[in-house]
């Protein structure tokens, strides 16, 4: 089955699914890395930022030059939806839309040095946030963390 919005990634079944609590723990670690960005994006003083436009900034900051149609897929959201959030970034000037010289329908969207400042702060704020909530379980943490991490990422990097 692919995405209505983002046809680049492809969802499968696998026939050895994982197991239930693999699962719940995955959607822990999920709900508790959405909860740090939000806190993340309170303490950094940009709590007018939702999540999905957060979203946004973290595609854009990513991949700089993109057209609102890539954003839209990368995102998960409709192009007239995408097109309103990416007015509402540039409003509050994190972010920079201009039309593309060799195609005048699309547009080009990059960040500005204020939307770096605050996609900057918000990432070391949540880093800030991610050390001292494990700074207890230190030495807990299994030795090799930041390779099934890793291998983490790479499974869920068609959703970046």
Known sequence: MTSRYSPRVTI??????????????????????????????????VADLTLIQWRAMVVIGRADGLRVSEIAARVGMSLPSTSRLVSRLERRGYIKAVRDETDRRATIVSMTE?????????????RQLMNSSLAAYGSTLPKDLARGLATLARAFAPYE
């Open 12 to 45: 499968q079944h696998p026939k050895g699914a994982l197991p239930p609590d693999v699962l719940e723990s995955l959607e822990q670690l999920i709900f508790g890395a959405i909860g740090l960005t939000s806190f993340a994006l309170a303490d950094a003083d």
């Open 114 to 126: 204020e939307g770096r400042r605050v996609r900057s702060a918000v990432i070391e704020r949540r």
